[in-house]
Structure formats: C-alpha cells, structure tokens
C-alpha cells in the first residue's frame, strides 16, 4: 500500500521569548497533528513565520523574513505581534496566505489545515509530553499568562497581546514538571507582568499533585522552587508583594534574581511613562531586599530621552543607578513606536541629545557592572555550562539569564559537560563577563 508522504511545515521564529513560547505551542500542535518540520525552505510545503511588530526595526526584520519565505517557498502564513498591526503585513506582502496576532495556534492550525491538508491520523506519541523546545535542552522558558492590564505610553503591547490572562497555575506547575522530568535545569518564568499573575482571576485556587495552591506570584515560585530546578523570574514590577518573593531568593528555593524593568528615575518621567508601580520608592524598596538576600542579582532596563526628559531629570537617573548599583542593565534612547501615546507628548528629545545620554549612562553603568563583578573574583560558584567548543565552554551562574546578561568562561576541561552543572573558582572579570576554572 503506498502512503503520501508527510505534510512539511518550514518554520521561521522571531521575537522576543514571550513569541518563542507561541511558536513552541504551534510547533507542538504540528508534530501531535502528525505534519513534520521542515529544517528548509525548499524542503516545506508551506511556511509559518512567528513575527515580532515590537520597534521599527522588528518590523522591517519580520517583513523581510516573510518576504523571504514568500520567494524561496511561495506558500507562507504570518502570525505573532505583528499580525495584529492591522494590513501592514498584507499591504507589504500581499500574497500571504493567512495573518493572524499572538498566541493564535488554533488560528493558525485552521490556516494550515485550508492550506495544507491535516495528515492521516494524528501520531500523538510522536511529541514529546514537555512539547516542542527552541530553547537548547537544558533550559526552557516557562509562559504564565498573555497579555498585560497596564497601559505605558510607549508600548502597544496590550493592543496586540490584550489584556491580562493567567494561565492556571495546575497547567502552569504540570508543564514545569514535566520539563524537568525532561532534563531540563532552568525554567524561565516570563510573561509582560510576572508580578500581576492571577489578578484576572482573583488569584483564584487551583490544584498541582491534588494540593491545593493560589494563581499568585509568591506561591507559583514557592511551588517551582520544590521542582528540583533554577527558577528565574522575569519582568517583576517592584509592586510592595513582590518583598515576599525575595526570602524564596535568600533561602535557596529560587534563584536570587529578580528581572524589574524600572525603565526610569524621575517620579514625573514615570508617571508620563504610566509605568506599573510608579509611586513606588525603588530605592528603599532594592536596599530592602539586598538586605534580605545579599546575593540578589537585580537586572533592569531603562530609556533614556522619553519625550520632556530635562538634563535634570536625565542626572536624576544617573543618580539612581549610582545608589541603586544594579548588576545588569540594558538601556533603549527612547524610538516612538507607530500606535504609541507617547507619540503625541510634547518636548521630544533631539536626537544627538537622546544619543549623548545614553553614552554617558553606558558608561556609569559599565563602571558600576565591572565593580560588581569583580567582587566576584576568588569566589566559587555553581554554574550551568551552556556549551562546550574547541575554545573552552561557556556557562552562566545564578547571575545571568541566557541572552540577555554575561557568561561565566572557561577553559576546556573534561570536568564539564553541557547542559550540566558544576562548581568553579571565579578567577578574572571585565565589565560584563568573568573568568573561572573549574573545580
Ligand atoms: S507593563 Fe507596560 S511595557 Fe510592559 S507590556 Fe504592559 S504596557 Fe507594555
């Protein structure tokens, strides 16, 4: 009996780790419907592109990406953030053959199926139970809820993703288990506002393992932290409850990091930026928990010449980042976003204005990060080993989140092995990575 052979679907991810969770979803429904993955554009019958519409320069590198599927394979479906930008994808490229916003995999499963007829019989014990990972094995992200009930004047997110909607923590905690039952050694706990998980639903109570457990930041980590594994948490807003999470921190049970995008300094530039939280005294409030877990990693970011920021306002941040000495911290000059109410404030900064501030807090903060590293030195510290290659490995302590922050480098050993753990002294630091042996 002779047998078609298996619908190819190619797949192309870009975005943030927020959209690599959606195409992990999608990716997952594929191979439990039975379609396999194309590694080629030749190779696919169709071709799914996972967009990103967050800044200017996202937009032109995701009409590229389906422009470029559209040329090498012909037959493409776009979904992810920019999907939901009205017609600017169809206006660009109209031969797309469906568009869909964020976290749509029915929407884009009903595309594939009209466009690409679902293969006999579903061979669901093809997918792995974790689902399907773009992470490398031993980390993986862990979404807790879509969407975001705030409204900062420079992001349109919520007019692409919607508002908040928690995950239940019962699917929350499963998905984590098994991800660690996996091989998996950190979960990333993302989402827009980590910090606001289960307002939606009142922090309802839900069930892992039969025991009962609130939709509520504290108690999702408390739970996470018994897994055995890291757990990072992602985009915390320095909302008053968010003190309970740092005793988990000093206690081991999580890892001591906390990811708070301030954004800025000046209590009149946060409240233009509508920022969550922004009354909020976030000195006091880092001073608190340093006290309480000394070993506390605080990784934030910022934007320098929001529309109306004065030179005052502007060394009000430099002096925030002096008293707060915050480990890692990326910084944005402020770039209007199309939809954005910050658009319409008055006092946009000049461009060579915007650009000279943020030279001048790079360098205060590189002077502020290499300090801090270099306290490191003559430590042991456990790290995870990423990878391994002719050069030596590279792995991460508790300090940094893949992608975003340092590397901890070292020599090749026979001691290391990737996707593992292991102990090393820190012996040499620069202003974002260190140095070590293993020992
Ligand atoms: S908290 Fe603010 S910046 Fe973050 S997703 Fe919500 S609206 Fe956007």
Same mark, same amino acid.
């Given at each position: 009996?002779?047998?078609?052979?298996?619908?190819?679907?190619?797949?192309?991810?870009?975005?943030?780790?927020?959209?690599?969770?959606?195409?992990?979803?999608?990716?997952?429904?594929?191979?439990?419907?039975?379609?396999?993955?194309?590694?080629?554009?030749?190779?696919?019958?169709?071709?799914?592109?996972?967009?990103?519409?967050?800044?200017?320069?996202?937009?032109?590198?995701?009409?590229?990406?389906?422009?470029?599927?559209?040329?090498?394979?012909?037959?493409?479906?776009?979904?992810?953030?920019?999907?939901?930008?009205?017609?600017?994808?169809?206006?660009?490229?109209?031969?797309?053959?469906?568009?869909?916003?964020?976290?749509?995999?029915?929407?884009?499963?009903?595309?594939?199926?009209?466009?690409?007829?679902?293969?006999?019989?579903?061979?669901?014990?093809?997918?792995?139970?974790?689902?399907?990972?773009?992470?490398?094995?031993?980390?993986?992200?862990?979404?807790?809820?879509?969407?975001?009930?705030?409204?900062?004047?420079?992001?349109?997110?919520?007019?692409?993703?919607?508002?908040?909607?928690?995950?239940?923590?019962?699917?929350?905690?499963?998905?984590?288990?098994?991800?660690?039952?996996?091989?998996?050694?950190?979960?990333?706990?993302?989402?827009?506002?980590?910090?606001?998980?289960?307002?939606?639903?009142?922090?309802?109570?839900?069930?892992?393992?039969?025991?009962?457990?609130?939709?509520?930041?504290?108690?999702?980590?408390?739970?996470?932290?018994?897994?055995?594994?890291?757990?990072?948490?992602?985009?915390?807003?320095?909302?008053?409850?968010?003190?309970?999470?740092?005793?988990?921190?000093?206690?081991?049970?999580?890892?001591?990091?906390?990811?708070?995008?301030?954004?800025?300094?000046?209590?009149?530039?946060?409240?233009?930026?509508?920022?969550?939280?922004?009354?909020?005294?976030?000195?006091?409030?880092?001073?608190?928990?340093?006290?309480?877990?000394?070993?506390?990693?605080?990784?934030?970011?910022?934007?320098?010449?929001?529309?109306?920021?004065?030179?005052?306002?502007?060394?009000?941040?430099?002096?925030?980042?002096?008293?707060?000495?915050?480990?890692?911290?990326?910084?944005?000059?402020?770039?209007?976003? *199309? !939809?954005?109410?910050?658009?319409?404030? $008055?006092?946009?900064? @000049? &461009?060579?204005?915007?650009?000279?501030? #943020?030279? %001048?807090?790079?360098?205060?903060?590189?002077?502020?990060?290499?300090?801090?590293?270099?306290?490191?030195?003559?430590?042991?510290?456990?790290?995870?080993?990423?990878?391994?290659? *002719? !050069?030596?490995?590279?792995?991460?302590? $508790?300090?940094?989140? @893949? &992608?975003?922050?340092?590397?901890?480098? #070292?020599? %090749?050993?026979?001691?290391?092995?990737?996707?593992?753990?292991?102990?090393?002294?820190?012996?040499?630091?620069?202003?974002?990575?260190?140095?070590?042996?293993?020992?």
């Amino acid at each position: 009996m002779s047998q078609n052979p298996p619908a190819k679907v190619g797949f192309v991810s870009l975005g943030c780790p927020k959209a690599l969770v959606d195409s992990e979803r999608i990716l997952t429904q594929l191979r439990a419907e039975g379609y396999v993955i194309s590694p080629s554009y030749e190779g696919a019958d169709l071709v799914v592109v996972n967009t990103c519409g967050f800044i200017d320069s996202a937009v032109a590198e995701s009409l590229d990406a389906i422009g470029e599927a559209l040329q090498e394979n012909g037959k493409v479906i776009v979904t992810g953030c920019l999907g939901a930008k009205g017609d600017v994808v169809r206006k660009t490229h109209p031969k797309v053959l469906a568009v869909t916003g964020p976290h749509a995999t029915d929407e884009v499963m009903q595309a594939v199926h009209t466009h690409l007829p679902q293969p006999h019989d579903p061979f669901v014990d093809l997918v792995p139970p974790q689902g399907i990972k773009l992470t490398p094995k031993h980390y993986a992200y862990l979404k807790i809820s879509e969407g975001c009930n705030h409204r900062c004047t420079f992001c349109i997110i919520p007019s692409m993703r919607g508002d908040l909607v928690s995950r239940p923590i019962g699917d929350v905690m499963k998905e984590a288990e098994a991800l660690v039952k996996a091989g998996v050694k950190e979960l990333l706990v993302v989402s827009q506002d980590t910090s606001a998980y289960g307002v939606d639903i009142k922090y309802r109570t839900g069930f892992w393992g039969g025991r009962p457990i609130r939709t509520r930041m504290t108690e999702l980590a408390a739970a996470l932290g018994e897994l055995g594994a890291w757990v990072r948490l992602h985009y915390v807003y320095p909302y008053p409850h968010v003190d309970e999470v740092i005793p988990l921190m000093a206690e081991g049970k999580i890892l001591p990091y906390l990811d708070v995008p301030f954004q800025h300094a000046s209590p009149r530039i946060l409240k233009a930026m509508k920022r969550p939280a922004s009354s909020e005294n976030n000195l006091a409030r880092v001073r608190r928990w340093r006290e309480i877990c000394p070993d506390l990693t605080i990784r934030s970011t910022f934007i320098v010449g929001f529309p109306g920021e004065t030179e005052a306002e502007f060394e009000e941040l430099l002096g925030f980042l002096e008293e707060a000495q915050l480990e890692r911290v990326g910084c944005f000059a402020y770039s209007p976003v *199309e !939809g954005a109410t910050a658009n319409a404030l $008055a006092g946009p900064v @000049p &461009e060579e204005v915007k650009q000279a501030r #943020l030279e %001048r807090f790079m360098t205060v903060q590189a002077r502020i990060s290499a300090d801090r590293l270099k306290r490191k030195i003559g430590q042991t510290l456990t790290v995870l080993v990423d990878e391994i290659d *002719e !050069g030596g490995a590279v792995a991460r302590s $508790a300090a940094d989140a @893949p &992608e975003i922050d340092g590397l901890v480098h #070292l020599p %090749r050993s026979r001691k290391l092995k990737a996707g593992e753990f292991a102990q090393v002294l820190i012996e040499d630091s620069d202003e974002y990575d260190l140095y070590a042996r293993p020992v």
